[in-house]
């Protein structure tokens, strides 16, 4: 089964996550927005290789470390979705704008689609595409574990913003109530900031994409 351990990084602390086959001993990070001294030294200490990085979206606190770390180890980049491309493209400027150290733009090895699967070791993972917070967000779904990293399109208790450009709010509310909520209400999830949630516990409560509204 696919094992994970939650990292947040960055000064918006985000919740990057090392997810890694217990029977390979290969990992992936999941959105490794910096601090990547630390990133590296977590994975030593648990005994694992790297091979990947998975990226949810463009923004710098999910995708600012991913040139770094790439250079330092030689792993491959899968993701986001090529909508995302000009946001990538955007990584210096971004940087510049919140305060993060310099970033280069990079050309991920794997745009992904609807319907990919990413693999870790042995364990794979389905590709979900999920516009609304950028045009090019993905979902990382792992089935046998029942367990989602989201990024940012939903949180407990809330959503991601739209008010970036190319952002939707509509689009957004059926990224969740279409794609996310039908995989199952036992399905848990890791979302790009706070705490985890449930599908199920989001879809009775939460304000904006529950059940009552």
Same mark, same amino acid.
């Given at each position: 089964?696919?094992?994970?351990?939650? %990292?947040?990084?960055?000064?918006?602390?985000?919740?990057?996550?090392?997810?890694?086959?217990?029977?390979?001993?290969?990992?992936?990070?999941?959105?490794?927005?910096? *601090?990547?001294?630390?990133?590296?030294?977590?994975?030593?200490?648990?005994?694992?290789?790297?091979?990947?990085?998975?990226?949810?979206?463009?923004?710098?606190?999910?995708?600012?470390?991913?040139? *770094?770390?790439?250079?330092?180890?030689?792993?491959? %980049?899968? =993701?986001?979705?090529?909508?995302?491309?000009?946001?990538?493209?955007?990584?210096? $400027?971004?940087?510049?704008?919140?305060? @993060?150290? $310099?970033?280069?733009? @990079?050309?991920?090895?794997?745009?992904?689609?609807?319907?990919?699967?990413?693999?870790?070791?042995? $364990?794979?993972?389905?590709?979900?595409?999920?516009?609304?917070?950028?045009?090019?967000?993905?979902?990382? @779904?792992?089935?046998? +574990?029942?367990?989602?990293?989201? +990024?940012?399109?939903?949180?407990?208790?809330?959503?991601?913003?739209?008010?970036?450009?190319?952002?939707?709010?509509?689009?957004?509310?059926?990224?969740?109530?279409?794609?996310?909520?039908?995989? +199952?209400?036992?399905?848990?999830? %890791?979302?790009?900031?706070?705490?985890?949630?449930?599908? =199920?516990?989001?879809?009775?409560?939460?304000?904006?994409?529950?059940?009552?509204?």
């Amino acid at each position: 089964m696919l094992r994970h351990r939650i %990292i947040p990084v960055t000064p918006f602390q985000q919740n990057c996550s090392l997810l890694w086959c217990p029977e390979t001993q290969k990992a992936a990070l999941v959105d490794p927005g910096g *601090e990547i001294d630390r990133l590296l030294t977590v994975i030593a200490d648990e005994g694992l290789t790297l091979e990947k990085v998975l990226l949810t979206h463009g923004h710098i606190d999910h995708a600012g470390g991913t040139v *770094e770390l790439a250079r330092r180890t030689g792993v491959a %980049i899968e =993701g986001p979705q090529e909508e995302d491309r000009f946001w990538i493209d955007a990584l210096p $400027q971004q940087s510049q704008m919140f305060g @993060f150290p $310099q970033v280069e733009r @990079f050309e991920p090895d794997r745009w992904l689609n609807e319907g990919d699967i990413v693999c870790v070791g042995r $364990q794979n993972l389905r590709v979900f595409h999920t516009p609304g917070h950028t045009p090019g967000h993905v979902v990382f @779904f792992h089935e046998a +574990g029942r367990l989602a990293w989201v +990024g940012d399109v939903l949180f407990a208790g809330s959503i991601g913003r739209t008010d970036f450009p190319r952002g939707d709010f509509k689009t957004l509310v059926e990224s969740i109530r279409g794609k996310l909520f039908p995989l +199952g209400d036992d399905v848990a999830f %890791i979302p790009g900031h706070g705490p985890m949630s449930t599908f =199920g516990e989001e879809r009775r409560s939460n304000p904006f994409v529950g059940d009552t509204n």
